[in-house]
C-alpha cells in the first residue's frame, strides 16, 4: 500500500490512513506501505537547502529532503499500534534499499528483504519511507519527483507482493481528466504500456518511471483513492483501476482507444532557413541532447531556395516549457554550427493525444482524430506517433475543445453524465 502527499497531510488523515491498513491485515494479508512526506514537506525542505547554499552539495541535499518520509513513516507507525496494529518503520538505509550514487535523482538497484520478511512473518505492518535509499558507501539518497511511487513498486516487486496499491487524491485512471469531460469514465483496466504512454503525454495519476518499472517486473498495480469513507469497498473488490500486462484484458474489455490524454507543458520553436544538407538536422539537437533537454515532436518542412541559391529547410520542435529558456541559449550558442537565419518561440501550444492498445490492429485512427479536429476549425501544428498513441500539436485555448470533441468522436461518453 503506498499513500501520497496530501494522504499522509496531517494527524486526522495519518490515523485514517492507518483505519485502512488495519482493514487489510484484519482481512489476513501480510501488508508493507510506503509513505510520502506530508503535502508541501518536500518543497519546504528544499527551499531551506536553497536558503543555506544556492551550490548545495547534493549529498547534504539528499540527506536533508529525505527527513519529511522519515517523520511520516514514524507517525503512521506509532497511529497503527494505538490501534492494536503492530507496526515498525524501516528507513530506506536500514532495509536496505540499494541505489546508485546520482542524488536527488537516484535509481534503485537492489532491495534487500531478508530482515523485512522475517517482520512480516511475525506479523508486523512494515512503514517504509517512500523516495529514499542508500549507495553502496552508506549516503543517503532520493530518487527525485515522484520517487515514492517508484519506491512502492520495487518493494512490491521484491516482496514478490500479489499487488502494489497506490492510493492518490484520484480514484482511478479515466479515459480523460473527468474535469473538462464530465462522461469521462473509469477504467476498470489499462495495460502498462497505455498507462506509460498516458502518463508520458500529461496524465498525472502515476509518474513514468513507476509504471515503466512495473511492466519491467511485471508487478500488478492498482490506483485508489485514500479519500473515501469508512464503508468503501476493499481494495481486493478492485475498485480502483488495474495497471496490468496485456495478457490479462480480453477481447470484450478491450477498446479501441483507451483514454485521451493532454498536456499544456509545451513550447514549440521553429528554426528558419536551415541548411538542407546532410547533418544538418543532427547539428540541430547535437546541443539540446547536450543540454539534457527531450525533443518531443519534430517536423521538417519540405526544402525551399534561401538567400542565394543554397538550399534551406525549416525545422520545428517542440520541448517542455520549462527548457524552453535553456534550448533558445543552447541553440544560439550552437547558430554558427546550425546555420539557421531565425528562431521562433511559442508557448501557447498543447499536445493533445489518442492511446489504445486497439491502434496496432485498426485502421482509420489518426484519420478519424484528424477529421473530428477539422470538422471544429481546430488546427493541427505537428503530429507525433508510436505504435499505440497519436499526438497533435495546437493552439492552447483550443485544448479543453479538443478533449470533448475527441472523447464524443471515439465512443468513450458514459451513457450518463457524473
Not at 26 to 44: C, I, K, L, W, Y
Not at 227 to 250: K, S
Not at 327 to 351: P, Y
Not at 380 to 407: F, G, M, N, P, W
Request: hydrophobic share 45%; aromatic share 4%.
Amino acid at each position: 500500500m503506498k499513500f501520497g502527499g496530501t494522504s499522509m497531510a496531517g494527524s486526522e488523515r495519518i490515523r485514517s490512513v492507518a483505519a485502512r491498513v488495519k482493514r487489510e491485515v484484519a482481512a489476513g494479508n501480510q501488508v508493507a506501505v510506503v509513505v510520502s512526506a506530508m503535502a508541501g514537506e518536500t518543497d519546504r525542505l528544499v527551499g531551506f537547502c536553497r536558503e543555506a547554499s544556492p551550490l548545495y552539495d547534493p549529498r547534504e541535499y539528499d540527506v536533508v529532503v529525505a527527513a519529511g518520509e522519515q517523520v511520516t513513516s514514524g507517525l503512521l507507525a506509532i497511529a497503527l499500534q494505538a490501534i492494536g496494529v503492530p507496526a515498525r518503520s524501516w528507513l530506506g538505509w536500514q532495509l536496505p534499499i540499494h541505489t546508485d550514487d546520482a542524488h536527488a535523482k537516484a535509481r534503485i538497484g537492489e532491495i534487500d528483504t531478508g530482515a523485512l520478511d522475517a517482520s512480516l512473518a511475525a506479523g508486523e505492518v512494515a512503514v517504509i519511507p517512500g523516495f529514499q535509499g542508500v549507495t553502496d558507501d552508506g549516503r543517503i539518497t532520493t530518487l527525485g519527483r515522484g520517487g515514492s511511487d517508484t519506491s512502492a513498486v520495487a518493494m512490491a516487486a521484491a516482496m514478490k507482493a500479489d499487488r502494489c496499491d497506490i492510493y492518490t487524491d484520484v480514484d482511478g485512471v479515466y479515459t480523460t481528466d473527468p474535469r473538462i469531460v464530465p462522461r469521462a469514465r473509469k477504467l476498470a483496466k489499462v495495460t502498462y504500456e497505455e498507462m506509460l504512454e498516458l502518463a508520458s503525454v500529461g496524465a498525472k495519476v502515476l509518474q513514468t518511471r513507476s509504471v515503466g518499472l512495473a511492466m519491467k517486473k511485471n508487478v500488478r498495480v492498482q490506483v485508489l483513492s485514500s479519500f473515501t469513507g469508512e464503508d468503501a469497498p476493499m481494495a481486493d473488490t478492485l475498485p480502483g483501476t488495474m495497471i496490468v500486462g496485456e495478457e490479462e484484458i480480453t477481447d470484450v474489455e478491450r477498446q479501441l482507444i483507451t483514454g485521451i490524454a493532454h498536456d499544456k507543458n509545451e513550447a514549440k520553436i521553429t528554426l528558419t532557413a536551415v541548411p538542407d544538407k546532410p547533418g544538418a538536422v543532427a547539428s540541430v539537437f547535437e546541443p539540446l541532447a547536450a543540454a539534457n533537454i527531450n525533443v518531443d515532436m519534430i517536423i521538417q518542412n519540405i526544402a525551399h531556395q534561401s538567400a542565394g541559391s543554397a538550399s534551406a529547410t525549416d525545422v520545428t520542435f517542440t520541448v517542455p516549457a520549462a527548457d524552453l529558456a535553456r534550448s533558445i541559449e543552447a541553440l544560439n550558442q550552437a547558430r554558427g554550427a546550425i546555420g539557421f537565419a531565425d528562431l521562433v518561440h511559442d508557448t501557447r501550444v498543447a499536445k493533445v493525444s489518442v492511446v489504445g492498445v486497439g491502434m496496432r490492429s485498426h485502421a482509420g485512427v489518426a484519420s478519424t482524430m484528424f477529421t473530428t479536429l477539422g470538422a471544429r476549425g481546430i488546427n493541427i501544428q505537428a503530429i507525433s506517433t508510436s505504435e499505440i498513441k497519436v499526438s497533435v500539436l495546437i493552439h492552447e485555448d483550443e485544448t479543453e475543445l479538443a478533449v470533448r470533441v475527441l472523447h464524443t468522436a471515439y465512443g468513450l461518453d458514459a451513457e450518463e453524465a457524473a
